[in-house]
């Protein structure tokens, strides 16, 4: 069984770098994507960005100037940096397992992806 | 960036009852779109895959349907369980996945 964990500071300082780290058990890194989803206190759900484990990456445009994320296969984790954090910044924030599903469409077959396993979360604040 | 918007923002159903949320497209995505469920203090869970691809595990009375702009998710017989909020995410475009604003179940 595929589980995932968040960890990380849970109280960030206004202006520093935010760091989580997802570690995966039940499966290797070593195949899929990988992503992190956040959201704010009472509000929705908000895409950060993934990762494929040769360590190419995908970002929110609203995000990519402060955010990287970043694998290691040998600890079957990948993290997460928020640089520059304000306020704004304070939320929950999840990781998951990007699957893919491979379909027909127009045009011959299409690659569906979705994000079939959660971590819990972990909450983060960002306040001095 | 594509935006979605789901429909209504939260209702209010009985036990048993049929259930209808609806996730518009900003612009044609295919089939390209997902929806999840959200219980409060927990993750999210998927329930629809690829507009309407069941999840294993799912309960048959989850559906989706749609392509292009348009989308449903039918619970067909509302159950104590699944009060929660709903999510539509649409996975076209990279390199921006976006979520619906969620849609509130409530107990009436």
């Known amino acids: 069984q595929v589980q995932l964990q968040e960890s990380g500071p849970g109280l960030v300082k206004p202006s520093e770098t935010l760091s989580l780290t997802c570690t995966v058990s039940?499966?290797?890194?070593?195949?899929?994507?990988w992503s992190w989803i956040r959201q704010p206190p009472g509000k929705g759900l908000e895409w950060i960005g993934y990762?494929?484990?040769?360590?190419?990456?995908n970002y929110n445009p609203s995000l990519k100037s402060r955010v990287t994320i970043s694998v290691d296969t040998s600890k079957n984790q990948f993290s997460l940096k928020l640089n520059s954090v304000t306020a704004a910044d304070t939320a929950v924030y999840y990781c998951?397992?990007?699957?893919?599903?491979?379909?027909?469409?127009?045009?011959?077959?299409?690659?569906?992806?979705?994000?079939?396993?959660w971590g819990k979360g972990t909450t983060v604040a960002v306040s001095s | 960036d594509i935006q979605m918007t789901q429909s209504p923002s939260s209702l209010s159903a009985s036990v048993g009852d049929r259930v209808t949320i609806t996730c518009r497209a900003s612009?044609?995505?295919?089939?390209?779109l997902n929806w999840y469920q959200q219980e409060p203090g927990k993750a999210p869970k998927l329930l629809i895959y690829?507009?309407?691809s069941l999840q294993s595990g799912v309960p048959s009375r989850f559906s989706g349907s749609g392509s292009g702009t348009d989308f449903t998710l039918t619970i067909s017989s509302l159950q104590p369980e699944d009060f929660a909020t709903y999510y539509c995410?649409?996975?076209?475009?990279?390199?921006?996945?976006?979520f619906g604003q969620g849609t509130k179940v409530e107990i009436k």
């Open positions: 998951a397992r990007v699957s893919v599903f491979v379909g027909y469409c127009s045009g011959g077959s299409c690659q569906y992806y979705y994000m079939d396993v």
């Open positions: 990762i494929y484990y040769s360590g190419s990456t």
């Open positions: 039940g499966a290797s890194i070593r195949r899929d994507h």
């Open positions: 612009q044609s995505i295919s089939s390209y």
């Open positions: 995410q649409q996975s076209y475009s990279p390199p921006t996945w976006t």
């Open positions: 690829a507009a309407s």
